[in-house]
């Protein structure tokens, strides 16, 4: 799926990590603008000056939040996608699978990284790249593995599932109906399957 040039991160001392799990609560429960540095620092038990002393800024704050939130995503999509069978039409509905278990445990809210780009737009600030290399690496994922499924039909199919994904990820977070990662992931097995007999009747 390619590489990826890696963010840079804070070394975690034990005061580090309180703030990030802090910073990682109130960002996602509240928005990233809604909260401040004072709030951070009170919730993780440290001086506001420990906070900079050891991130530099909240922009840094808010870049080490997303890209420990998006490494545990894949380790936890990655459990998933190795426990499921071999045939890439499995492996494509194990990601909605873990997507609704990672949902129901960490994610009532929606997905951390749209809601996180939904207040950061500028492709300057520290956390854009982890926001946008999150997607990108799930697009990729889906468009390998319509690959096995169907390799002329890849460069659609890829794509169609993405939507289907991270549109169930948003209608989650907004609670308008209800288990839309369920409804998404019957959507996903109509369109593998329909492209994989189109595929074999090629």
């Not at 995503?73 to 509905?93: C, I, Q, S, T």
């Amino acid at each position: 799926m390619g590489t990826e040039e890696k963010p840079r991160r804070t070394t975690m001392t034990p005061a580090a990590l309180r703030v990030l799990e802090a910073a990682g609560r109130l960002f996602y429960e509240r928005g990233i603008h809604a909260v401040g540095v004072d709030l951070i620092a009170a919730e993780a038990g440290v001086t506001k000056k420990t906070l900079y002393d050891r991130f530099g800024s909240k922009e840094q704050v808010v870049a080490d939040y997303l890209a420990d939130r998006d490494e545990r995503w894949r380790a936890f999509l990655g459990r998933h996608l190795a426990a499921a069978p071999p045939a890439a039409a499995a492996r494509v509905l194990a990601v909605f699978d873990a997507a609704r278990a990672w949902s129901d445990e960490h994610g009532p809210r929606g997905c951390g990284m749209v809601n996180a780009h939904a207040e950061i737009s500028d492709p300057a600030h520290p956390a854009h790249p982890i926001i946008t290399g999150q997607k990108r690496w799930m697009l990729a994922l889906f468009t390998d593995l319509a690959a096995e499924i169907a390799p002329d039909g890849a460069g659609r199919l890829g794509p169609a599932l993405m939507l289907l994904h991270e549109g169930a990820l948003v209608a989650h977070g907004l609670a308008v109906f209800p288990d839309p990662i369920r409804h998404a992931r019957e959507q996903a097995r109509a369109l593998v399957t329909a492209a994989g007999d189109a595929a074999a009747r090629r």
